[in-house]
């Protein structure tokens, strides 16, 4: 079955110490987006990409960063100059890249980081 | 910029019963709007969606939303609703990003369905 895999699931982590999280599509989706969520705070986009090697800054980037290699990977590295990096992540893709964007996207399960 | 407000955190309702979602937004230019559904410790799954055409969009699960000009609203509603609809709530609004366009979401509704 097609879709987004995102791992791990669960993650604990020391402060100060980077993480990454997988994010893996086989939609063949040119578009990819990284959510975090917060309760009470809906979802906040962290980084977009719309074609392999090229990403863009979302609304929360700091503390934050990317790689888009591949079609089908686009993880995320939560740094240690992220200050509140608990949270819940979350990974998307869409078909359409954003010029014509009708905003139908594809999220995977999530990611929980908890950071001790 | 756009930007959606849910008006209700929560919302309890028991079983059978109908329910609305409140949800409004506000945007310069014409906007897509959409209502994603999240489970309990997963993704966001898409719902519905208005792009253009008929105000009333149905949706997945018996859902149904309308879209209101005038009051800049897309509300969802369902008529009876069961136990497997708990879950939180998104509308999100499409508009101009560079290069494209932004899905923004509201903060959320969970609806929790009781017997």
């Known amino acids: 079955d097609g879709g987004i895999t995102q791992s791990p699931k669960y993650l604990f982590r020391k402060e100060g110490q980077n993480v990454t999280l997988s994010c893996e599509q086989n939609?063949?989706?040119?578009?990819m987006y990284w959510y975090r969520q917060d309760p009470g705070q809906g979802l906040r986009l962290i980084y977009y990409?719309?074609?392999?090697?090229?990403?863009q800054k979302g609304d929360i980037a700091e503390g934050y960063s990317v790689s888009r290699e591949k079609k089908e990977s686009f993880p995320l590295t939560v740094t240690s100059a992220q200050k509140n990096p608990t949270a819940f992540y979350l990974c998307?893709?869409?078909?359409?890249?954003?010029?014509?964007?009708?905003?139908?996207?594809?999220f995977g399960e999530g990611s929980r980081l908890t950071v001790l | 910029a756009q930007s959606v407000t849910q008006l209700d955190s929560q919302v309890p309702v028991f079983e059978e019963a109908p329910v609305e979602l409140r949800c409004n937004y506000s945007?310069?230019?014409?906007?897509?709007l959409f209502w994603y559904v999240q489970y309990p410790n997963q993704g966001l799954q898409l719902l519905l969606k208005?792009?253009?055409?008929?105000?009333l969009v149905k949706g997945i699960n018996g859902f149904e939303a309308e879209f209101n000009k005038s009051q800049t609203s897309f509300h969802l509603r369902k008529p009876s609703v069961h136990i497997s609809d708990t879950a939180e709530y998104f509308c999100?609004?499409?508009?101009?990003?560079?290069?494209?366009?932004?899905?923004?979401f509201g903060t959320g509704t969970q609806l929790k369905v009781e017997l």
């Open positions: 998307a893709s869409s078909i359409e890249r954003l010029a014509g964007h009708t905003g139908e996207l594809f």
């Open positions: 945007s310069s230019v014409s906007v897509y």
């Open positions: 939609l063949n989706h040119d578009a």
């Open positions: 208005y792009l253009s055409g008929s105000t």
């Open positions: 999100a609004v499409s508009g101009p990003l560079r290069g494209g366009n932004k899905l923004t």
């Open positions: 990409s719309q074609i392999v090697n090229d990403f």
